[in-house]
């Protein structure tokens, strides 16, 4: 690649990377929202409740059963958290795979 091209291509890495980390993001807020409605007993037929729930529930669905909740404990929905923890996973590893490919390494930000 020649000289001129040189920063185009570095911004277009960061434009790339910074979209793979919004949108994680933005799914990993949903589900820490989630989490915390859930903690605090949120009333689930409540219209931005249940559209939490609803749109999180594909994400945590997978977790589900890992661990067992003891009945009558707080609901701490460990799915959840294990949903955030591979998500957050799974992000730094999308990027980091894009940053391989383009053999960018902890470059500035252009």
């Not at 939490?52 to 707080?74: C, D, N, S």
């Not at 957050?88 to 252009?110: K, M, S």
């Amino acid at each position: 690649m020649n000289v001129s091209g040189a920063p185009a291509a570095a911004a277009s890495i960061w434009t790339v990377t910074r979209v793979i980390a919004l949108v994680f993001t933005v799914l990993e807020v949903l589900l820490l929202v989630r989490f915390a409605f859930k903690l605090l007993g949120a009333n689930a037929d409540q219209p931005f409740v249940s559209a939490i729930y609803g749109i999180t529930e594909p994400l945590v669905g997978p977790f589900r059963g890992i661990f067992a909740q003891p009945a009558g404990t707080p609901v701490v929905e460990i799915a959840a958290l294990l949903s955030i923890l591979f998500f957050v996973l799974v992000a730094a590893l999308i990027v980091a795979l894009v940053r391989a490919y383009t053999g960018r390494r902890g470059d500035a930000n252009p």
